[in-house]
């Protein structure tokens, strides 16, 4: 009997599946394996952990895993796909692959199949495979460079337009919530506070501009509009890329933007739709832990 693993190793918390050829028999969690955020003695914790805790319910050893896929966030930088491996093999047995985290998602919602899958949490990125096994990405370069549509990229458009309302004397409930949000007193506290280094985390004022939007606040459902439409825009970059003689092109979503805002999900098919009529949207949601568990189980190219 072989045992495999699929880990999502996303910037705040790690899930992971642990199984056979049959079913799954273990799930873990724990906090964020990033390396980049949370240093390698936390990040091998992170995934020591919720391996442990997968292993347990399966009734096995880690050292008798087979296979282990964990899809994580910078994976397509050599040194960080090098050092995810080294931390897995000293609590794992067995092949190890280090692959992106956009593509553990990829991997659940189409297999290996052709589509688009476009991912918005703290960051953005659009990735896509044709049926040739050509592949292909838009944005995903970091959130001071790119990252549109994000919650992070929502925190600072929220930020900016609620301050040009301010400009112009109309001082928006928006903006009295973001001042809230960071914990400011007044509004030259909150100047402060958002050029101070380091910086706020902006993508944790995402809920705030949910809820002004649900409020009908204009400022924060235009905002959320204008992130659908820039993930629009990465996944027709990837589409005009791999398939520009397709007739039908399946898109797939996931990431907690897209799944909490029904504003940035309309507009994000409205504007796709608006690009290429030859888009089907696929509605089952997106595990990407799954999708690493599969990847596993399938066995490694």
Known sequence: ?????????????????????????????????????????????????????????????????????????????????????????????????????????????????????????????????????????????????????????IGVEAMRAALHEHDGRDNSDLLKDLIDAVGAKDFDDFVVKVNAHPQPDYASLFPVVLSAADRCDSIAAGVLGQAGVQLSKLAQTVIQRLFASVDDISVASHGGVLANSSKVRDAFARELRLQTQKVRFVDEAVDPARGAFNHARRGFA
């Open 1 to 153: 009997m072989a045992f495999f693993l699929g880990i999502d190793g996303g910037g705040t918390k790690t899930r992971c599946l642990l199984g056979d050829e049959i079913a799954v028999l273990g799930t873990g969690r724990s906090s964020s394996c990033k390396v980049q955020r949370v240093g390698e003695a936390c990040a091998h914790d992170a995934l020591a952990d919720a391996i442990h805790e997968a292993c347990v319910q399966a009734g096995i050893s880690p050292r008798q895993i087979a296979r282990t896929c964990a899809g994580v966030t910078g994976a397509g930088r050599l040194e960080i796909a090098n050092v995810t491996r080294d931390l897995l093999s000293n609590i794992v047995g067995g092949e190890i692959e280090i692959i992106g985290d956009v593509e553990v998602g990829f991997e659940d919602a189409f297999g290996p199949g052709p589509g688009v899958i476009v991912i918005a949490g703290t960051g953005s990125i659009a990735y896509g495979r044709n049926a040739a096994g050509k592949t292909a990405r838009a944005g995903g370069w970091g959130h001071a460079i790119s990252d549109e549509g994000s919650g992070f990229w």
